[in-house]
């Protein structure tokens, strides 16, 4: 049994941008998930996913974010799931998108005969240039489906994503898991302790320590991660 999870978010600041990504990209790196980065302007044909067959072209996005390729959950993912089974925190930073600084999920598109892309190939073939272009399609909406043993430590993940930076960042699953973590670290004097300082790092070692089974600590904020996010993880 899994649970279902799906996240919306934005944040105009970029700085807090590269910040989460930064801090998620260290996360990523200790739980030796694979995952892509994106701090680019990409050019080419992207479709943007809608509800129903309604679909928008866009020839260019600028994105700048970390995403995780979750494992699959069945076998049928690859063939199946378009823009989604994916830990995204790409942000669209486009200046003609609808919703600007949205947490956007992006896949890339390297065969497009695969069947699950059937009701996008016409929108791509009707455009003759598509041969030649990087070619894609992204959402808006962000679901994960999370295997039932991994519901809590990519939730507690979610959580301190939302107290250390995404503020405005909203988490709906299932079970309601995710409201139970925030009242129990709550309860428990997390929230307040990552909000200060000379508190933050010790309650960021607890927590994954003890809900996310990996260890995450001051030192593994080295000159790596800042060089290639260009800031410091707090202000």
């Known amino acids: 049994m899994g649970c279902d999870l799906n996240w919306i978010g934005k944040e105009p600041d970029i700085i807090k941008q590269k910040q989460c990504s930064m801090f998620l990209h260290i996360v990523f790196d200790k739980a030796k998930l694979d995952y892509t ?7 080419g044909i992207f479709l943007e996913k809608k509800h129903g067959s309604d679909v928008k ?6 994105l700048l974010g970390i995403t995780a ?3 699959k959950y069945s076998s049928l993912v690859d063939e199946e799931w378009i823009a989604e089974r994916q830990i995204s925190f790409v942000f669209n930073n486009s200046l003609i998108a609808d919703d600007f600084n949205r947490i956007i999920t992006f896949e890339e598109i390297h065969n497009l005969s695969n069947a699950k892309y059937d009701g996008y190939r016409p929108h791509f073939q009707s455009l003759p240039e598509y041969k030649k272009e990087r070619i894609g399609i992204f959402q808006n909406d962000s679901y994960l489906r999370i295997l039932s043993n991994q519901v809590s ?3 507690t993940l979610y959580y301190l994503v939302n107290i250390l930076f995404l503020p405005e960042l909203k988490v709906y699953d299932d079970f309601l ?3 139970g973590i925030h009242k129990q670290l709550g309860s428990d004097g997390f929230s307040e302790a990552l909000r200060i300082p000379s508190k ?3 309650a960021i070692e607890a927590i994954t320590e003890k809900y996310m089974f990996i260890s995450i600590q001051q030192s593994d904020v080295t000159e790596y991660y800042k060089n290639i996010w260009e800031v410091s993880l707090f202000d």
């Open 153 to 155: 430590s990519i939730l």
């Open 69 to 71: 390729h979750y494992g």
């Open 200 to 202: 933050r790092w010790k």
């Open 177 to 179: 898991v995710y409201d």
């Open 57 to 62: 072209i866009r020839t260019s996005l600028e």
């Open 37 to 43: 980065i994106y701090n680019e302007m990409i050019s």
